[in-house]
């Protein structure tokens, strides 16, 4: 499985972004994509997944931080699998990551240890 993450950027608080992460090479047709983020000096952490089975969005899960600020959408058939953020905070500067693991890894705490398939990762940074 191949992911390749994009849309980091530098932005100020309050606002907005978007990341996308483009999917390839799926072997099996019940999978999750993972969104997770790595702040400096921290460990990574489940952002929200979506899963997927036969082509279908099945179910969305968010950890409980994003609060209603983030939203998980796929485009294309689950090829591209997009993060909104809204109201950016200073506290969501990280490297963000997308990563696929079979269906079952997709749940509201979800575990980097479920996913076994990881993009390079893109940095989002939030100015106060």
């Known amino acids: 499985v191949q992911l390749v993450e994009s849309g980091g950027a530098l932005v100020q608080a309050g606002g907005s972004l978007r990341l996308s992460c483009a999917t390839s090479?799926?072997?099996?047709?019940?999978?999750?994509v993972g969104w997770f983020r790595q702040a400096p000096g921290k460990e990574r952490q489940g952002v929200g997944c979506v899963q997927f089975n036969e082509g279908i969005t099945r179910d969305t899960y968010y950890a409980d931080f994003t609060r209603g600020r983030f939203t998980i959408s796929s485009v294309n058939a689950e090829s591209t699998v997009d993060l909104q953020m809204t109201g950016v905070k200073p506290e969501d500067t990280a490297v963000y990551y997308c990563a696929a693991g079979r269906g079952y890894a997709c749940y509201p705490d979800l575990q980097e240890l479920d996913y076994h398939s990881w993009g390079q990762g893109t940095q989002v940074t939030v100015s106060a």
């Open positions: 090479g799926f072997p099996y047709s019940d999978y999750g």
